[in-house]
């Protein structure tokens, strides 16, 4: 985990250069997308760079940067180790409770992260990585200290635009939210958040809250 202005830092950069390569392409549709800067910075993020809809993909991406940022207002000097972005692995695990624990300070946040957080605890949390074409079911590496990995599920290979198009519900011509003002997988009717865990993104999905608890 990196520490929350490192974080956002980073994204805070991200969402400027993608909001200015979309304002590029508004103004330059004749802009190469095999061999631009704009290719290669897409390219580092998962995107999909295909000509056909890049805009519609820029603005998915940037209506989740929301979600993903931290709190700007607090500092962390411990050093943390960066995730190594194999879900299989415990340390990625430490590495994701880690992050929701920090998120949970943020208080626009805390709501969605303390619900991944007993997610985690009760093994109904959801980590998926499209740009890998894995999925598995986290666990807290904290009460399951003996377990180092778990073997993750083959989903479809994808860029993070297609697959936020395809899972994220709408309603009318913005994204459905839960009552705990979560996104909603239109796939499976859970809560859903893309964010960051170290220096790559992920989707995690959970059972909406029923009466003011988790639906299991």
Do not use: C
């Not at 990585?129 to 599920?153: H, L, N, Y």
């Amino acid at each position: 985990m990196v520490s929350s202005i490192d974080l956002s830092t980073r994204l805070t950069a991200t969402k400027l250069a993608l909001k200015a390569i979309r304002e590029q392409e508004d103004n330059s549709a004749a802009t190469s997308s095999s061999s631009s800067p704009r290719t290669a910075l897409l390219a580092s993020y998962g995107v999909d760079t295909s000509s056909s809809s890049t805009n519609t993909r820029l603005t998915q991406l940037l209506a989740q940067y929301g979600q993903a940022s931290g709190d700007d207002t607090k500092t962390d000097d411990t050093d943390t180790q960066v995730s190594s972005g194999d879900i299989t692995q415990a340390d990625f695990m430490k590495n994701l409770k880690e992050t929701l624990e920090e998120l949970s300070k943020d208080a626009d946040k805390a709501a969605q992260a303390k619900a991944m957080l007993e997610a985690l605890k009760e093994g109904t949390l959801t980590v998926s990585d499209p740009a890998e074409g894995v999925q598995i079911k986290a666990w807290d590496v904290e009460t399951d200290k003996k377990t180092t990995s778990k073997p993750a599920t083959e989903i479809a290979t994808t860029g993070w635009s297609d697959f936020l198009k395809d899972h994220l519900k709408r309603d009318g011509s913005a994204y459905a939210k839960s009552s705990g003002g979560a996104y909603v997988d239109r796939i499976s009717g859970d809560s859903a958040f893309f964010g960051s865990v170290g220096s790559r993104y992920y989707y995690l999905t959970w059972p909406q809250a029923k009466n003011g608890t988790l639906t299991l």
